[in-house]
């Protein structure tokens, strides 16, 4: 088969990271190619730059056999690359159909300033025919669910005759009937020669649908497989490029007492979770996105508000209602997203250590920066953070980074009880190994963890125990005999055995 | 961990922590550097090209002029800084001005409904103060517990404040028949040799300086400002240091009021119409930076003289105010530019 796309040496630089280092990438005309790699191995660095929403430092890009110069996304739809990203960019109040033909709505043919919105259903109803979705075009897109949204997007890329398909993380929120539907559609694009970069975590899928597979590490190319030939033991090899058990530094710990009592917890997305987290423990949480893992987390925080239920910390009922209340109960949240949530970006590593226990650099209000530099530049030394000075400002520091100085803040404010949310997401693996490090740390000390991720992985190499949620409610406590990816996936997808 | 602990003791804490003074002065002389080199810019052009320019007693005029403008100006950029704006100032100081004059002995209005008591001079001041405290209390209640954009509250409470302030004087002038010795110096008067309003101004933005950079008041500011959510979830008290500064930028609005009330020697329902344009024109040619989070009492400093001395170089030039208007928003739009092709070269 010919090359539709050849990506030759690209290179891309970040403040402080190196995203991609000579990645030489060719796919063939319709084939589905798997692209595997760890966060921040530089998947969706690579494929921003193929759909034109990044440029790169260096390298070649080839389409069809000719060198171009891929200059913004609009540019890049033109050469045939339609992206899907994982957070669709679907316009929610317009229509499916005006979704599909955004920005090139059919005109009358006598009066080309008006839309031709006869011709525009007609068109998108035959769009949504091939993907296999029978729906009025106009209605609004925001009632179709996720998984429909999706295959908006899809109609959307063939309808501009894309010949190049990146799909990122497709399945992470559709369930397993859904993914069926899905793969139907691939199978479909496949035929009528459309290639499909398919980028996922999820190994068994790519076993099912890719014909080859490239794996990246670090921002470099580990090689590309065909899929039939290899199996996914092969792919986690050239993924990680280590033994696991070095990635995850997990020590059994003394399960001390109960830490944390969350009972009958019920608001809008939540219905009655209750669970426990105890000393020297660290909990997993699994789910998929949407099922209320990370609601739960903010909600135990006082970040939002619960309708119903309790939470206990070591026993005693705590009436907590805003984030400083729970911090004075020694209770911290590294939230999802940490430049919208966990670091003011624009402020210094040393202002947003101690941001969370003022009081322990002041005294009736007034600063002591001396004191402040002082505590900055001990966790900075402790956690390793990599930052030139403690006054570097957090939007410098790499993504690893920024996560330590989070961490920071909370190991500074003698939190109890962490919980932690996608803790190493868009972090490169070796500073992935360290925050597990600082982790296993914590509940050594007696401490303890909750971690919502994501990463299954993640979740079986570090925690020990799993509770699984699916629409708001815990479906699964799970023991580490029973940690597997299957499993968990299970209930997670709300299949209960 | 021991390892890592016996690392810990030796040098490297005591490395990343001695520069931090260094690195503290250069990043906040970096923010100020482009607006100093203006300013230093301008005044060595305006020497040049006008003799009268650079005397003693001119660089005084302007340091008073200023100051009224410059008052407000820092409690705007507190302001800012949280992501706020306020455009109520003028009418705030228009109001707690007439009030504070109203109650000051030997006051005089042809208004119907004057208020018929007097208090002594400082309580009349404090009056003053305290109703622009008060108008600032309540945007900021409204700001932080609505969740309704600064711009609309302020917006709306500009015309009510403005409105009252009509009610309150009938549209007339309160004047003094004779001004008491005490209100005659806190607006004309001199200390050292500088005239007392740029005596206040210079009060104002040693506190200014010292809240915004010492206190943890202060920190919250520049945290709400950088990212609020994050702020809220560290533990800072959002809402509660968002109606601190606003009241705060009443109170200073007032007292800017109140030292001009003094020195014209009248209080005037109209006084400080459009004023929040300069004020906030001060905060943003400084650099202080609309979104919040970025800028500095310093800066709008050097914002404020930069006006200053332009105005004062227009005029010595006989430029007609008309002119003035069109140079001022030329500038405004500029710095605003300026700040906004800084922050795409830092991808913030």
Not at chain 1, 240 to 262: I, N, S
Not at chain 1, 407 to 436: N, Q
Not at chain 2, 205 to 212: A, D, E, H, S
Not at chain 2, 260 to 267: D, K, M, P, Y
């Amino acid at each position: 088969m010919p090359a539709i796309l050849h990506m030759q040496d690209i290179e891309k630089n970040f403040p402080g990271v190196k995203a991609l280092r000579g990645v030489t990438f060719t796919i063939e005309s319709g084939e589905v190619h798997a692209l595997l790699g760890e966060n921040g191995a530089g998947k969706s660095t690579l494929m921003k730059i193929l759909a034109g929403a990044q440029g790169k430092d260096a390298g070649q890009i080839r389409i069809d056999g000719r060198d171009v110069d891929i200059r913004g996304p609009l540019h890049a739809r033109q050469l045939g690359i339609a992206i899907i990203y994982q957070e669709l960019s679907i316009l929610p109040h317009l229509s499916v159909a005006e979704n599909i033909f955004l920005g090139r709505l059919p005109r009358m043919a006598s009066m080309p300033w008006i839309v031709d919105w006869k011709l525009c259903c007609a068109r998108a109803r035959e769009l949504l025919k091939q993907v296999g979705l029978d729906i009025d075009p106009l209605i609004p897109a925001s009632r179709l669910k996720v998984a429909d949204q999706q295959m908006v997007e899809i109609a959307k890329a063939v309808s501009e005759n894309a010949k190049i398909v990146i799909m990122d993380e497709p399945t992470t929120s559709l369930t397993n009937r859904e993914v069926e539907t899905l793969f139907k559609t691939v199978r479909r694009l496949q035929e009528r020669g459309v290639s499909i970069i398919y980028v996922s975590h999820r190994l068994a899928e790519v076993k099912e649908i890719c014909d080859r597979a490239t794996v990246l590490r670090d921002g470099m190319k580990i090689g590309t497989v065909n899929v039939a030939e290899t199996t996914s033991k092969d792919w986690v090899k050239m993924m990680v490029g280590r033994d696991l058990d070095q990635l995850f530094p997990k020590m059994p710990v003394e399960r001390g007492k109960e830490a944390l009592r969350v009972e009958g917890v019920s608001s809008q997305k939540l219905k009655n979770v209750s669970f426990s987290a105890y000393e020297g423990e660290i909990l997993g949480i699994a789910g998929l996105i949407g099922s209320g893992r990370s609601t739960l987390a903010r909600t135990i925080f006082g970040a939002e508000a619960r309708v119903a239920g309790s939470v206990n910390i070591g026993g005693k009922e705590a009436a907590i209602a805003s984030p400083l209340e729970a911090i004075s109960q020694g209770i911290a949240l590294v939230p999802e997203d940490r430049k919208l949530q966990g670091l003011v970006l624009p402020m210094t590593v040393r202002e947003n250590i101690t941001l969370a226990k003022l009081g322990g650099i002041s005294r009736v209000g007034q600063l002591n920066l001396r004191r402040e530099s002082k505590v900055a530049a001990e966790y900075v030394q402790a956690l390793q953070i990599s930052t030139p000075h403690i006054d570097q400002k957090t939007i410098n520091l790499s993504g690893g980074n920024q996560q330590k100085v989070v961490l920071a803040k909370w190991l500074y404010s003698d939190a109890m009880i962490l919980i932690i949310d996608e803790p190493t997401r868009g972090i490169d693996v070796g500073a992935r190994a360290e925050i597990y490090g600082l982790l296993q740390q914590f509940v050594e000390k007696g401490k303890s963890v909750i971690m919502i991720s994501s990463d299954l992985p993640e979740l079986i190499g570090m925690s020990d125990r799993i509770i699984v949620m699916h629409e708001g409610r815990v479906t699964a406590e799970l023991a580490p005999s029973q940690f597997n990816e299957e499993l968990i996936m299970t209930y997670a997808s709300g299949m209960s055995h | 961990m021991n390892q890592r602990e016996n690392h810990a003791k030796g040098g490297p804490a005591d490395r990343l922590s001695a520069p931090a003074g260094a690195f503290h002065l250069m990043g906040r002389f970096g923010d100020q550097l482009v607006p100093a080199i203006f300013l230093i810019a301008l005044v060595i052009t305006l020497s040049l090209v006008s003799p009268n320019f650079l005397s003693v007693g001119n660089f005084l005029d302007i340091a008073r002029v200023v100051s009224i403008i410059g008052i407000m100006a820092v409690g705007m950029t507190i302001v800012i800084l949280t992501g706020g704006i306020d455009l109520s100032v003028g009418s705030t100081f228009a109001l707690a001005s007439v009030v504070a004059a109203s109650l000051i002995p030997g006051s005089f209005s042809d208004a119907p409904r004057i208020l018929a008591f007097v208090l002594p001079v400082p309580f009349a001041i404090l009056a003053g103060l305290l109703v622009g405290a008060a108008v600032g209390f309540i945007n900021g209640f409204i700001i932080a517990k609505s969740r309704v954009e600064p711009f609309i509250v302020t917006l709306a409470t500009m015309a009510f404040v403005r409105g009252l302030t009509y009610l309150f004087t009938g549209g007339f002038p309160t004047i003094f028949r004779p001004m008491p010795p005490l209100f005659e110096w806190f607006g004309q008067g001199y200390v050292l040799g500088l005239p007392t309003p740029t005596i206040f101004f210079a009060l104002v933005v040693l506190i200014g300086v010292w809240i915004t950079r010492r206190t943890t008041f202060g920190r919250s500011i520049y945290a709400i400002g950088g990212n609020e959510e994050a702020s809220r979830l560290s533990g800072i008290k959002v809402q509660s240091i968002k109606i601190r500064a606003y009241t705060l930028m009443g109170a200073l609005a007032a007292l800017s009021g109140i030292i001009l009330a003094s020195r014209v020697g009248a209080a005037q329902p109209t006084a400080g119409l459009t004023y929040e344009l300069d004020v906030i024109a001060g905060v943003v040619i400084g650099g202080t930076s609309l979104l919040g989070g970025r800028g500095s009492i310093m800066s709008t400093v050097l914002g404020v003289f930069i006006l200053g001395v332009i105005s004062n170089g227009l005029n010595i030039a006989g430029v007609p105010t008309y002119y003035q208007y069109v140079v001022k928003g030329l500038l405004l739009i500029s710095a605003v530019g300026f700040d906004s092709y800084l922050r795409k070269m830092q991808r913030i």
